[in-house]
């Protein structure tokens, strides 16, 4: 038995997700929110979605609705198997 405890290590995936660099601070951020984190994340995301709206236009709106879709289909497949 030793001094110090180390902690557990995290899954290959949350490690690489956590190592893109800003997709990853943001993602690290989420995993460890607080009480008021959650709002500032989700502000985060749509800032983002209106930057991408504001730089690419109409598929900037378009093409991150499509692509959250099978998520979407995923979650509702989770929650209703209990």
């Given at each position: 038995m030793s001094a110090i405890e180390i902690p557990p290590r995290s899954p290959i995936w949350q490690r690489l997700l956590f190592a893109v660099p800003l997709?990853?601070?943001?993602?690290r951020d989420a995993?460890?929110?607080d009480g008021d984190d959650w709002y500032y994340t989700a502000a985060a995301i749509f800032s983002m979605w209106g930057c991408s709206?504001?730089?690419f236009?109409?598929?900037?709106?378009?093409?991150p609705a499509?692509?959250?879709v099978p998520v979407i289909f995923l979650i509702l497949i989770l929650i209703s198997r209990g």
């Open positions: 997709f990853g601070w943001m993602a995993a460890d929110a709206v504001m730089l236009g109409l598929p900037g709106l378009y093409i499509v692509v959250m």
